[in-house]
């Protein structure tokens, strides 16, 4: 028995989507990239912006995180429209410092590459860099209490994923002088 109102993703549109409402909401993927060049240039110093754009378009083509983003803006939005009930619709809408669901759903990118991705979520989300100073900006009328969280997670799996590249980079050079460690 066939059925035509089978639901399917297409994982394409969510893909635009995810870009679309990075762009909504006022987040370029080079303002992410910027904040990956920040945790990786000590460690990298020949890193450039378009390589760090790079992986943090590789971290975006992840559903993980594409599913991490949507979410987090749509509940974002619903806040700015007073749409969601009380409590949530105040601690939301206050990024209420003992509400941990915004950092818990951003870990969940951050988990995509790897443990290493925590410390550089945790650095940026304190340090508050860049686009994250912008986000944060409670005098702008919009509220970006998950996606403040999210654009630092997108950054620290996108720099997660450079730290693995660039070891495996060094280990096959090292193999190919003959010199294995």
Request: aromatic share 6%; proline share 2%.
């Amino acid at each position: 028995m066939s059925q035509l109102n089978v639901y399917r993703l297409n994982s394409k549109e969510v893909a635009k989507a995810t870009e679309d409402w990075l762009t909504k909401r006022g987040v370029t993927k080079e303002q992410i990239g910027q904040l990956v060049m920040l945790l990786q240039k000590d460690y990298f110093p020949e890193l450039t912006l378009a390589e760090c754009v790079l992986n943090v378009e590789s971290v975006l083509s992840k559903r993980e995180v594409q599913n991490a983003v949507l979410t987090g803006i749509q509940l974002d939005m619903l806040a700015e429209e007073g749409k969601l009930l009380p409590p949530l619709q105040n601690m939301i809408a206050h990024d209420e410092g003992l509400y941990g669901c915004d950092e818990v759903l951003a870990l969940s990118i951050v988990n995509v590459y790897g443990s290493i991705g925590f410390t550089n979520f945790g650095y940026v989300d304190k340090l508050k860099p860049g686009v994250l100073r912008k986000l944060n900006d409670k005098n702008s009328g919009e509220i970006h209490t998950f996606l403040d969280d999210i654009v630092g997670a997108i950054a620290a799996a996108a720099s997660s994923r450079i730290a693995h590249r660039k070891q495996a980079e060094r280990e096959e050079a090292a193999e190919a002088v003959g010199g294995g460690e």
